[in-house]
């Protein structure tokens, strides 16, 4: 139970990003445009930690995605469908800035396919 208590608060430390947030967590896409390339990549990082984005019901809900060289995610994430276009405008603005140019990405594995599992999603 001490063990469950303590990651939910973890969870709920990691939304508090600092940033004007529209309802999915991520960075206003306002703020986004005055944002760097290491607030971006903490952005992205705060994102993916947050638990919200990983909830679900049934595996339907759940995609497994990739944010961008240079970031968290790279390689693949689960996330629930609602929160894609959130990531999506992070990796766009950071595609936009050239933050990765010159960077080298991993090779990645073929990404698995998400399921739910117990409310949670997760790669296959």
Do not use: I
């Amino acid at each position: 139970m001490r063990t469950l208590l303590g990651l939910l608060l973890f969870a709920g430390a990691c939304t508090q990003s600092g940033l004007p947030t529209t309802g999915d967590g991520a960075a206003d896409p306002g703020d986004l445009k005055s944002m760097s390339c290491n607030d971006l990549r903490k952005q992205v990082q705060t994102y993916l930690a947050d638990f919200t984005h990983q909830k679900c019901g049934t595996s339907s809900e759940c995609t497994n995605t990739t944010s961008a060289c240079g970031l968290q995610g790279v390689c693949g994430v689960a996330l629930n469908n609602s929160s894609l276009d959130g990531l999506r405008a992070l990796t766009k603005q950071w595609s936009t800035l050239g933050c990765a140019d010159g960077e080298a990405c991993p090779a990645c594995a073929p990404s698995p396919l998400a399921t739910c599992q117990m409310g949670v999603c997760v790669p296959q």
